[in-house]
């Protein structure tokens, strides 16, 4: 509950209180920042939206095609922000043309979290959507 409440209900708290309401998340680890953020959804594990199970089968990334078809989804969806943990997505996170780091948590203990470090990146769409966070 502490790592939680450290890194997930922190990242919810700050994008309910800097991101505008109605901005596309696209999130990895849904659970408290879905809830509390409180804003649409793409749930980058299939939890609430299993339309990228396929995407993300032992099939493609045996084939190393999941992380490709995972970016072409979120370019077809076109998040305003991105939550993630960096190491998850390598590839995500080095596209700087496209993603903007704004907050990040980082656990000292973590023991539940999928890594210590997340970050939220407000990605080129959100300007485009008009959904520019607030600093």
Same mark, same amino acid.
């Given at each position: 509950?502490?790592?939680?409440?450290?890194?997930?209900? #922190? /990242? +919810?708290?700050?994008?309910?209180?800097? =991101?505008?309401?109605?901005?596309? *998340?696209?999130?990895?680890? @849904?659970? #408290? /920042? +879905?809830?509390?953020?409180?804003?649409? =959804?793409?749930?980058?594990?299939? *939890?609430?939206?299993?339309? @990228?199970?396929?995407?993300?089968?032992?099939?493609?990334?045996?084939?190393?095609?999941?992380?490709? *078809?995972?970016?072409?989804?979120?370019?077809?969806?076109?998040?305003?922000?991105?939550?993630?943990?960096?190491?998850?997505?390598?590839?995500?996170?080095?596209?700087?043309?496209?993603?903007?780091?704004?907050?990040?948590?980082?656990?000292?203990?973590?023991?539940?979290?999928?890594?210590?470090?997340?970050?939220?990146?407000?990605?080129?769409?959100?300007?485009?959507?008009?959904?520019?966070?607030?600093?």
């Amino acid at each position: 509950v502490k790592n939680i409440t450290e890194m997930q209900v #922190a /990242i +919810g708290r700050w994008v309910r209180h800097h =991101v505008p309401r109605g901005s596309l *998340l696209a999130v990895n680890d @849904v659970g #408290a /920042i +879905g809830v509390i953020a409180d804003d649409p =959804v793409l749930d980058l594990q299939g *939890l609430v939206t299993p339309e @990228v199970l396929p995407l993300r089968s032992l099939r493609e990334q045996a084939a190393g095609r999941a992380p490709a *078809l995972l970016s072409r989804y979120l370019f077809d969806h076109r998040p305003d922000y991105l939550i993630m943990f960096p190491e998850w997505y390598p590839e995500l996170d080095a596209r700087r043309d496209l993603f903007t780091p704004l907050f990040a948590v980082q656990l000292e203990d973590n023991i539940t979290s999928g890594r210590s470090l997340m970050v939220v990146y407000q990605s080129l769409w959100a300007k485009q959507h008009g959904r520019e966070a607030r600093r």
